[in-house]
DNA sequence: ATATAATAGTTGCAACTGAAACCGTTTCTT
DNA sequence: AAGAAACGGTTTCAGTTGCAACTATTATAT
């Protein structure tokens, strides 16, 4: 008999961890403030500074680029972005914060720090910086890093 | 102008790197196998021993159990895996490997230990290490551990 | 200059998922 | 013992997502 054990895989584990943390994070802004986890991932990408695209979102963000023009849509419905055409190359939009947007986020912005703070006091500070370097190292290893662009 | 900075959000990072580390581990199984990840899930857990009943797997694998019962139901159409009435408890199922489906998780077991000895390998061992603590305190913190029963 | 290819973003469609209602069985309450 | 509640598992339904095809625009090749 194979001694797998699906619980101490460690792909598995990460993964069940990651969707219960996004699970718990979501929680604080999905009823409140009606907004989703790829809205979210523009709201706070947006949040660093105007004029990105929605290419350079997804570049960031490494959320699939339908996802991304659809929360892109929603939240310009709300009126919480706003989109504005590239004189430069008229396929691409420049996005920003609206004033709303910004206020909404600048009520958003702390409760999601202090999730993160909750979490990292429950590993205590060494377990949290080991945490961050291993995950570090995992993104280089798998080409996930800096892809910022401003 | 807030300074946060979404790539730099743990939670979102972590979010990032288990759907890359999910994704490229399910494509070693996906085309060649035809069996998706809930179906791996159950897969594995039943690779170690049998017995298990859908809602011990749902336990284990934090896995809704609706998604599992449609895996379920996958599996044991192809034969993989074989459900019997539980007689102390006409409303559970006994659930078990077939011969076919042992063979196939001997085919992907070493295939999916390949692959996460790679990954740690590029992390290093102390830095795997690490990870592997940081990553059984948060589940502990939110009671993600040893649900185990077997 | 013109045709071809590449790119930014959108959309139709199919697959997947979770919530909730459901069925049959078991347990609890009285 | 009878009715209510709880439970294991299934199914329906609505919502979300990714893929692939699409439109419009820009870059490349000849």
């Known amino acids: 008999m194979a001694d797998f054990k699906l619980t101490r895989f460690l792909p598995f584990r990460l993964n069940r961890l990651a969707a219960e943390i996004s699970e718990e994070l979501s929680t604080l802004y999905a009823d409140r403030f009606h907004i989703d986890i790829p809205q979210w991932r523009v709201l706070a ?29 929603a ?13 430069e190359d008229k396929r691409e939009y420049r996005l920003g914060l609206t004033g709303s947007g910004r206020r ?3 009520e958003l912005e702390p409760l999601v720090l202090d999730y993160q703070k909750g979490l990292m006091d429950k590993l205590g500070e060494t ?24």
Do not use: P
């Open 45 to 73: 990408t947006l949040s660093a500074g105007n004029g990105w695209t929605a290419k350079a979102i997804v570049a960031s963000t490494r959320t699939h680029k339908s996802t991304i023009s659809r929360a892109v849509e």
């Open 104 to 106: 909404l986020f600048r």
């Open 75 to 87: 939240l310009e419905q709300r009126g919480l972005i706003e989109a504005v055409q590239s004189s």
């Open 127 to 150: 377990k949290a910086r080991r945490l961050e370097q291993a995950i570090a190292a995992l993104e280089t290893a798998l080409d996930l890093a800096g892809e910022e662009t401003g």
